[in-house]
Structure formats: C-alpha cells, structure tokens
C-alpha cells in the first residue's frame, strides 16, 4: 500500500532505463576506440602510405603508430568520462524522480539541476491507463498514463496529460487504484458541495 503523504522514488530496476539512455553516446564512443585499437596496424599502414605520397611531408619525421595510439588512447578516456558522467546524470535522475499522494493532489517531482513539480488535483483527473512496451514487460515497468482535464498552466502550455514514467508494474496498478479512488471522492463530494441539503 503507498502511503499517503509521503515521498515515493522509482525502483532500481528503472535505473537501467536511465542509464541505457544517458550512457549510449559514451559506450559508441568505446567501441570506436576498440575498433581502432583492432585495426591499428590497417589504419597505420594506410595513412603511413598517404603521408609517403604527400611531397610536403615526406622529409619530416612522423611516427604515425604512436600518433595513432595516442588518438586511441584519448579516443578510449573520453569514452569512459562520457560514459561516467551518463551514469552520473541517469543516477540523479532516479534519485530526484519522486510522486506522492497528498489529501487533494498527486504531486510528481523531477529535475536535477532545473526541478520540476507537477501538481494534480484529483478533482482535474479524467483517467488513469497503463501502458507497457515490449521492454517495460521485460523489465517489469509501466507507464502510468493521467488523462485531464484541459488547463492552462503559469508559462501557457495547456496541461492534459501526465505521464509517470519507468514505475514497477504492481505499483503502476496501485496508482492506478488509488487515484480511481480518489477521483470517486472528489466527484461524490463535489456533487453533494453543490446539492446541500439541510438535516431535518
């Protein structure tokens, strides 16, 4: 049961999203450098051939193996710093990624250096569906998708649908339930707000 009023973060298994999206450049990056590494004497011997076959260079004295080296060497470093840094930042991203359920609101917060909170009073809600891919079924995930009703936010954007994102499938579920609950009662009582009738 999700406990009401307090924070609630993505489990673990939502971190490997994250870190699959943010840590692609950097494991392409690693690969090239493996590539090159592999091919080093091919590539050596091609532009040791260019270099003879150029009338300006030919007099000066190039190493072209340790030059190649030293482009593969930086090449792999740049790859493992992008890939950190990827995981770093994907790392941030779960931990910062939070929702609660407060007395009249569903509260989503996101953002690591620019945070971002969605506020959704119950009242707005229209629907709550799960979706799931083909990896969100793998991995056990979900995407809560919260249809609204149309407003319009402070910066103008008109707001009619919130997406929770990468959240454990049994959990999806219970969202899913407590905010059908919770639309019921705002409904039921909204109704009677506006039909008062005196207790005789």
């Keep these: 049961m999700i406990p009401m009023g307090k924070e609630q973060h993505l489990e673990y298994k939502a971190l490997f999203l994250f870190a699959l ?9 690693l690969l090239l450098a493996l590539i ?10 091609g532009i040791s051939s260019v270099v003879e076959n150029l009338n300006f260079l030919s007099t000066a004295n190039i190493n072209v193996t340790s030059i190649v080296m030293f ?3 930086i090449l792999f470093l740049f790859g493992v710093f992008t890939t950190a840094i990827g995981l770093l930042v994907a790392w941030l991203e779960h931990k910062n990624y939070t929702y609660r359920f407060d007395e009249f609101n569903f509260l989503i917060k996101t953002g690591i250096i620019n945070k971002y909170e969605t506020l959704i009073p119950y009242r707005q809600i229209q629907d ?8 969100y079924q793998v991995l056990g995930l979900s995407t809560v998708d919260i249809k609204m009703l149309s407003t319009e936010q402070e910066s103008g954007h008109v707001m009619d649908e919130v ?7 049994f ?3 219970e969202i899913r ?4 609950r919770k639309i019921g009662i705002q409904i039921t009582e909204d109704k009677f ?8």
Excluded at 36 to 45: A, E, K, W
Excluded at 163 to 169: A, C, H, Q, R, S
């Design 21 to 29: 999206r943010r840590v692609t450049v950097g494991v392409i990056i």
């Design 36 to 45: 090159v590494g592999l091919l080093r004497q091919f590539i050596v011997i």
């Design 71 to 73: 482009l593969d060497i």
């Design 128 to 135: 709550v569906h799960i979706k799931r891919s083909l990896i």
């Design 163 to 169: 997406v929770i994102d990468k959240v454990d499938k």
């Design 171 to 173: 959990i999806a579920e």
């Design 177 to 180: 339930s407590v905010l059908s």
């Design 193 to 200: 707000k506006d039909n008062k009738v005196p207790f005789k």
